[in-house]
């Protein structure tokens, strides 16, 4: 098993920036991808950025360009960093893991509001 903690969120103005963290319980090392996905009121849980094992990152067409994914392997730490932030990315934030082919362990989310 694996505990994956996030923490970061918080209030902020639109244009601004935000870091978010997901500390594991665990050597990340052995996960073939981590992620971070968001849920916003009244919509589906969505992929906002993944980060395979080898390096290679993925981001969705909403985040591209303002958000980047990256990780610390000597601290077991996935992180997040937004910038150019909006209202519409106002959600929960989750961190994922990856063992094989499913995300099968998630953080208990971090909430990120966009607001004037």
């Known amino acids: 098993q694996v505990q994956l903690v996030e923490s970061g969120g918080g209030l902020v103005q639109p244009g601004g920036s935000l870091r978010l963290s997901c500390a594991a319980s665990?050597?990340?090392?052995?996960?073939?991808?981590m992620a971070w996905f968001r849920q916003a009121p009244g919509k589906e849980r969505e992929l906002v950025a993944t980060l395979i094992s080898g390096g290679s990152t993925y981001y969705a067409d909403s985040v591209k360009g303002r958000f980047t994914i990256s990780r610390d392997n000597s601290q077991n730490t996935l992180y997040l960093q937004m910038g150019s932030l909006k209202p519409e990315d106002t959600a929960v934030y989750y961190c994922?893991?990856?063992?094989?082919?499913?995300?099968?362990?998630w953080g208990q989310g971090t909430q990120v509001t966009v607001s004037p």
């Open positions: 994922a893991a990856r063992p094989q082919s499913v995300y099968d362990f």
């Open positions: 665990r050597s990340i090392g052995i996960f073939t991808a």
